[in-house]
């Protein structure tokens, strides 16, 4: 069965979905009609831009090319993340949010490759671009919660962790608690988009594939392969970043720093 | 300089709150901190807990100057509990266990917390929660789990503040006398001069952030509220 191309008369009609959402939002007069259109317009372009870079990218095949835009896609990754965590960020979280994300994803992102599909060459662009851009995409929304949590942990529970601290407990083990929580919170999205699949929604790597005349019972296997090495590289770079970024908050002498400390009688 | 010296403090200066500029808090002796709210005697604990430093001055334990010190292996020898005490989430037994954890100490049997507890008036069993205990019972139990650390050094936050007079007078008895058996150093920061009267052998006053005088009191002086 050869896919039905969508052409851009017809791509144009699908805009009209995006005329609803306009006129629902101007009349509940919620006034995010320019958000709307900037993210639209954003989206569009975006993908447009990245379907000629991939046009060429997988005419070339070439591992310089595919590491390039590997690392493109993780800088703008932690780009993305110290954007949207508000955070009195110091050098130490910033090192954190970037080495979890470069690290945590490129580990899962070389195993998957070359141990669960065995893929040869091992940068075959093909497989490289799409797997590195799912794994790092939901990687990315789980270092933004991660961190989130991690900040606002500390600040909700400044008094029990310097409590810790005035025992004897060594600026890891007060933050414990504080830690597990953002772990849980920050692979808890994915966790539950795992219960969902299958019954509640189809995902889009499996649709994709579907779509394109691959056979479902090929496509679930890379959906239930994709699925477990997004969990595996969510919990890898979350891990990496709380370990690495839960010292942030505290000084040489192991006193929470001066920017969370509130002024003392 | 000897042994005896304790804690010392010399020429210390933290932001406007607190400047002292020679004091010393002997080994194995009760020191109480009197001075109003707002006076600097938090800041004074918690300089001595190294859990702030100073911006100027020197603070010594045991000669040894507090910036040189590991300030884990200080904290888990000079042990601060704070006024508004800290619950850890779970049970009584947990919260006992928390700072003896933190300090990899050893952990006593069962029968030995509850003689800590009862000693403190707490009849709570050891696997209850402590999500309904009120602020003195939570107080109480706070002052158990430093209790049970046996420090070298305990500096107390208004220990008592949420007790009524009659548990706060038997509270504060019962703390200077495990010191003293222990040979604990305490140092506890008080607004009551009566309080102090009753248990220290050192009484420091403290005003607007400063050390006013110091005064050796003989100690069992009467109680008077």
């Known amino acids: ?265 | 300089m000897n042994e005896q010296n304790g804690l010392v403090l010399c020429d210390v200066k933290y932001r406007d709150i607190l400047q002292v500029d020679d004091l010393t808090i002997p080994l194995r002796a009760v020191t109480c901190i009197v001075g109003e709210s707002g006076s600097g005697k938090t800041t004074l604990l918690r300089l001595l807990n190294h859990l702030i430093s100073a911006d100027e001055g020197t603070i010594q334990y045991r000669d040894r100057c507090l910036k040189d010190w590991d300030p884990v292996q200080l904290r888990r020898q000079v042990i601060l509990a704070p006024q508004s005490p800290v619950m850890f989430p779970g049970t009584i037994r947990d919260n006992l266990l928390a700072g003896l954890h933190y300090a990899q100490l050893h952990t006593p049997e069962d029968k030995d917390m509850r003689k800590v507890l009862q000693r403190m008036r707490l009849s709570q069993d050891l696997s209850d929660g402590v999500d309904n205990l009120s602020g003195g019972e939570s107080q109480r139990l706070a002052l158990c789990r430093v209790i049970l650390m046996q420090p070298e050094v305990l500096l107390l936050d208004e220990p008592t503040s949420a007790l009524d007079d009659s548990t706060e007078h038997y509270v504060v008895e019962q703390l200077s006398e495990q010191c003293r058996r222990r040979d604990i150093t305490m140092v506890m920061v008080t607004h009551s001069q009566a309080i102090a009267r009753g248990v220290a052998d050192v009484t420091v006053f403290v005003h607007d952030g400063r050390i006013r005088r110091v005064e050796e009191v003989a100690a069992g002086t009467p109680w008077t509220s």
């Open chain 1, 1 to 265: 069965m050869d896919l039905i191309t969508i052409g851009p008369i017809r791509m144009i009609a699908a805009y009209v979905f995006l005329l609803v959402l306009l006129l629902i939002v101007q009349r509940l007069r919620i006034g995010r009609e320019k958000d709307i259109v900037i993210s639209t317009v954003r989206m569009s372009l975006q993908l447009v831009v990245m379907g000629y870079v991939l046009a060429y990218v997988l005419e070339i095949n070439h591992v310089l090319l595919s590491i390039a835009l590997l690392l493109l896609m993780q800088v703008f990754a932690v780009h993305n993340v110290l954007q949207r965590v508000k955070i009195p960020v110091d050098h130490v979280l910033v090192r954190a949010i970037a080495i979890s994300i470069l690290s945590g994803t490129t580990v899962t992102l070389l195993y998957f490759l070359v141990i669960v599909v065995g893929v040869q060459p091992w940068y075959e662009t093909q497989y490289f671009i799409p797997i590195a851009g799912m794994l790092i995409g939901n990687s990315m929304t789980g270092v933004s919660l991660g961190a989130e949590r991690l900040i606002d942990g500390v600040k909700t529970r400044k008094s029990q962790v310097e409590g810790a601290l005035m025992l004897g407990a060594t600026p890891s083990m007060a933050m414990r608690s504080v830690v597990s929580d953002a772990f849980a919170a920050a692979i808890l999205p994915t966790i539950n988009s795992m219960v969902g699949m299958g019954i509640v929604f189809l995902p889009g790597m499996m649709t994709g594939q579907i779509l394109s005349g691959v056979s479902p019972l090929t496509a679930i296997e890379y959906q239930i392969a994709i699925m477990l090495g997004i969990v595996g590289s969510v919990a890898l770079t979350v891990f990496i970043l709380l370990e690495l970024g839960h010292k942030a908050f505290f000084n040489d002498r192991a006193q929470i720093r001066e920017s969370f400390t509130d002024s003392n009688e």
